[in-house]
């Protein structure tokens, strides 16, 4: 049976990994950490859960060790929005906490995965069906962090033979925790807002594209990688993978379907707006579905019908 210590155990997509590994592997074989412990009655609190900042190299380690992991899932991260109002302290938490976390791989044989982003790619980047190997040249601190992070990764595969693997995320869409400081909240914000209060004001403005996913494909996506044999990887830290291609008007139509007085206006960021104008409006996720059968179920519609009745349900709605 497998043993995996997850890093950023709390985060938006630490949060349900979690919960579906242990379904998978065994409460008590998954090992939850994160900056602080999350309060009483957090599902992350179901099996083993310890403190740790991911800096700290040494305690990483000994915390690694000690539950004799044979995986880490390294998902502790500042995003993009965050990233840029601090850019020296996101370049030391992204690529030093990613560093120790390869290093503790690299010392214990781990197997390893990690998150990049379409916030690797740049403004002269192929906007439409970009590929998965193309120009990457970003003008964010959180852009230049992932293009590192995919780069050192797979040197860490070809230079210690440290079993890496990891996929370009789109923006994640889940109801069971927001996520905070990413240029792509909006798509997560609005189902919130439609529950509320049936309006939402966007600051990201209209005919803005960027790929989307749903977090239960997301989550499925990491499972299957990780358990993708590996003789059958030509690529390793930097598949491309999405469910759909959306702008704001799109979401606000899907939503009309279920809640037809929703209305949705704009206020534009123009922080946010620019870093998602410097992304893909939509990539090519060919290469995962050839190498290691990267299928994701849910489409616009699937999704908002999941989203609204989930938060509804929470919000006693
Ligand atoms: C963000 O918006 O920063 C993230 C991402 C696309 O990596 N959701």
Not at 20 to 30: A, C, M, P, S, T
Not at 135 to 146: A, D, E, F, H, L
Not at 147 to 175: A, K, M, N, Q, W
Not at 287 to 306: N, S, V
Request: contains cysteine; proline residues 5%; glycine residues 6%.
């Amino acid at each position: 049976m497998k043993r995996i210590m997850i890093t950023g155990a709390c985060g938006q997509i630490g949060t349900e990994l979690t919960a579906k590994l242990r379904e998978i592997y065994g409460q008590d074989n998954v090992l939850a950490t994160d900056l602080r412990r999350p309060e009483e009655g957090s599902r992350v609190l179901e099996g083993p859960f310890e403190e740790l900042d991911v800096t700290d190299a040494e305690k990483m380690d000994r915390i690694a060790e000690a539950f004799k992991a044979d995986t880490i899932m390294h998902m502790a991260a500042l995003l993009s929005a965050t990233a840029e109002k601090n850019p020296v302290f996101a370049w030391n938490l992204n690529m030093g906490g990613l560093l120790n976390a390869l290093e503790v791989a690299r010392k214990h044989n781990m197997q390893f995965f990690t998150p990049s982003s379409i916030g690797a790619f740049g403004p002269n980047t192929p906007k439409d069906d970009t590929p998965q190997t193309t120009i990457q040249r970003p003008t964010t601190m959180y852009g230049v962090n992932k293009v590192s992070g995919e780069l050192l990764c797979d040197y860490y595969f070809h230079r210690f033979g440290v079993d890496t693997r990891g996929v370009r995320f789109p923006g994640l869409i889940s109801h069971v925790k927001e996520p905070g400081g990413g240029t792509t909240d909006y798509a997560v914000e609005i189902y919130f807002k439609a529950v509320r209060e049936g309006k939402y004001t966007s600051y990201i403005d209209k005919g803005t594209f960027m790929d989307m996913m749903f977090m239960d494909d997301a989550i499925d996506a990491i499972i299957k990688l990780m358990e993708a044999p590996a003789d059958k990887l030509e690529d390793r830290n930097a598949f491309n993978v999405t469910a759909m291609s959306i702008d704001p008007e799109m979401v606000a139509a899907s939503i009309r379907k279920e809640i037809p007085d929703f209305e949705l206006d704009y206020d534009v960021d123009p922080v946010r707006q620019a870093i998602a104008e410097s992304w893909p409006n939509s990539i090519d996720a060919s290469e995962a579905k050839r190498q290691w059968g990267f299928d994701p179920k849910f489409d616009l519609d699937t999704m908002t019908k999941e989203m609204l009745s989930a938060i509804r349900e929470k919000e006693n709605k």
